[in-house]
């Protein structure tokens, strides 16, 4: 008999948020699970991934990826494994990452799911370490701020899951000073664990005055950014001549309604010719292979850890997302499945 399954949930996103999204912005629908067709392949979803970009995609907004669509079910990474196949280079019971989350059971095209070695790492932390977010984290620091050995970098929104890779990465490959700023006691102690050299919580006075004090008279050479605002602010006013910024995201900034704050100091860019570089990690898909090496090794040798952040059941998988969004993880926020 097959165990072909006839339904399966979705999370639709039933209308656009205004500011901080809630949960009557989602909906979980029962839709009927499509037939398998040539090369194709059924996946029954374990874990997904919920990330910060994804909420520039929940406005109408022309973007570097298209919005999601009202009613129809939200996209993101996800590790799975198959179920049934009709694509050769895949067999059930393969684990693959695809990005079609969201959703039980999610039916595509072979090419589009890449089986992984769960003998490396779990299954999880391909949808971090392993996945997006570490590939983020090392393309960031190496191609785009252009790292050197020697550097005082400093990295903002570091409790979460690329932030605390770029520290760690910075370490490894031989930075002078490594800085996180994080936004409770708890995360600035994990930060020091992790091997930072100095962190704070920016709760807790000026970041400008925070960072002063960790970078002291060193400065700081390279800024990877994923908060905006009052951090990059701060950045530029402490960075020193020929600084380099990765400017990955700007967190503090995506539910704001009205008009975004600062940095009120740009200018200064000129002067201390500094390099501010925007970045998509998915522009950089030739270093992939290389940070797939890299991190294998890193994390074989113990060189690098992780914190994976885990919330039980589709059915809370928005949930999940405003908390990220409100900073309620650390390391990787993933919505378990199955």
Same mark, same amino acid.
């Given at each position: 008999?097959?165990?072909?399954?006839?339904? *399966?949930?979705?999370?639709?996103?039933?209308?656009?948020?205004?500011?901080?999204?809630?949960?009557?912005?989602?909906?979980?629908?029962?839709?009927?699970?499509?037939?398998?067709?040539?090369?194709?392949?059924?996946?029954?979803?374990?874990?997904?991934?919920?990330?910060?970009?994804?909420?520039?995609?929940?406005?109408?907004?022309?973007?570097?990826?298209?919005?999601?669509?009202?009613?129809?079910?939200?996209?993101?990474?996800?590790?799975?494994?198959?179920?049934?196949?009709?694509? /050769?280079?895949?067999?059930?019971?393969?684990?693959?990452?695809?990005?079609?989350?969201?959703?039980?059971?999610?039916?595509?095209?072979?090419?589009?799911?890449?089986?992984?070695?769960?003998?490396?790492?779990?299954?999880?932390?391909?949808?971090?370490?392993?996945?997006?977010?570490?590939?983020?984290?090392?393309?960031?620091?190496?191609?785009?701020?252009?790292?050197?050995?020697?550097?005082?970098?400093?990295?903002?929104?570091?409790?979460?899951?690329?932030?605390?890779?770029?520290?760690?990465?910075?370490?490894?490959?031989?930075?002078?000073?490594?800085?996180?700023? %994080?936004?409770?006691?708890?995360?600035?102690?994990?930060?020091?664990?992790?091997?930072?050299?100095?962190?704070?919580?920016?709760?807790?006075? =000026?970041?400008?005055?925070?960072?002063?004090?960790?970078? *002291? %008279? /060193?400065?700081?050479?390279?800024? @990877?950014? #994923?908060?905006?605002?009052?951090?990059?602010?701060?950045?530029?006013?402490?960075?020193?001549? *020929?600084?380099?910024?990765?400017?990955?995201?700007?967190?503090?900034?995506?539910? /704001?309604?009205?008009?975004?704050?600062? =940095?009120?100091?740009?200018?200064?860019?000129?002067?201390?010719?500094?390099?501010?570089?925007?970045?998509?990690?998915?522009?950089?898909?030739?270093?992939?292979?290389? @940070? #797939?090496?890299?991190?294998?090794?890193?994390?074989?040798?113990?060189?690098?850890?992780?914190?994976?952040?885990?919330?039980?059941?589709?059915?809370?998988?928005?949930?999940? @997302?405003?908390?990220?969004?409100? *900073?309620?993880?650390?390391?990787?926020?993933?919505?378990?499945?199955?």
């Amino acid at each position: 008999m097959s165990t072909y399954p006839e339904t *399966g949930r979705e999370i639709h996103l039933a209308s656009r948020p205004t500011g901080w999204p809630s949960e009557e912005n989602f909906r979980l629908t029962e839709v009927t699970v499509p037939e398998l067709q040539d090369g194709q392949v059924l996946v029954r979803n374990l874990h997904m991934s919920v990330d910060p970009y994804m909420r520039g995609r929940m406005n109408d907004v022309k973007s570097y990826v298209p919005p999601f669509k009202l009613d129809a079910p939200l996209e993101g990474g996800a590790i799975g494994e198959v179920v049934e196949s009709r694509s /050769d280079a895949h067999k059930p019971g393969d684990k693959v990452v695809h990005w079609l989350g969201w959703r039980d059971y999610a039916v595509l095209d072979g090419a589009r799911a890449r089986v992984i070695d769960t003998d490396l790492a779990p299954a999880s932390a391909y949808l971090g370490v392993l996945g997006m977010p570490g590939e983020t984290a090392y393309i960031g620091l190496t191609k785009v701020a252009e790292f050197r050995e020697g550097d005082v970098v400093f990295v903002s929104g570091a409790a979460g899951a690329v932030g605390s890779l770029v520290g760690q990465i910075a370490k490894v490959m031989g930075a002078k000073k490594v800085i996180g700023s %994080a936004g409770s006691a708890e995360k600035v102690q994990r930060l020091l664990d992790l091997g930072f050299d100095e962190a704070f919580n920016y709760h807790d006075g =000026p970041v400008k005055d925070s960072l002063k004090k960790a970078a *002291g %008279a /060193d400065g700081i050479d390279v800024y @990877f950014d #994923n908060v905006g605002g009052e951090h990059l602010e701060a950045a530029l006013s402490v960075m020193n001549k *020929g600084g380099r910024v990765a400017m990955c995201g700007a967190i503090s900034q995506y539910n /704001d309604k009205g008009a975004a704050s600062g =940095p009120r100091n740009l200018a200064l860019a000129i002067g201390k010719e500094i390099t501010l570089r925007g970045f998509i990690v998915g522009s950089y898909s030739r270093y992939v292979d290389e @940070f #797939n090496t890299q991190m294998a090794t890193w994390l074989q040798e113990g060189a690098v850890s992780y914190d994976e952040t885990f919330v039980d059941g589709l059915e809370n998988a928005p949930q999940a @997302f405003i908390d990220l969004m409100k *900073g309620a993880n650390k390391g990787k926020m993933i919505v378990n499945l199955g």
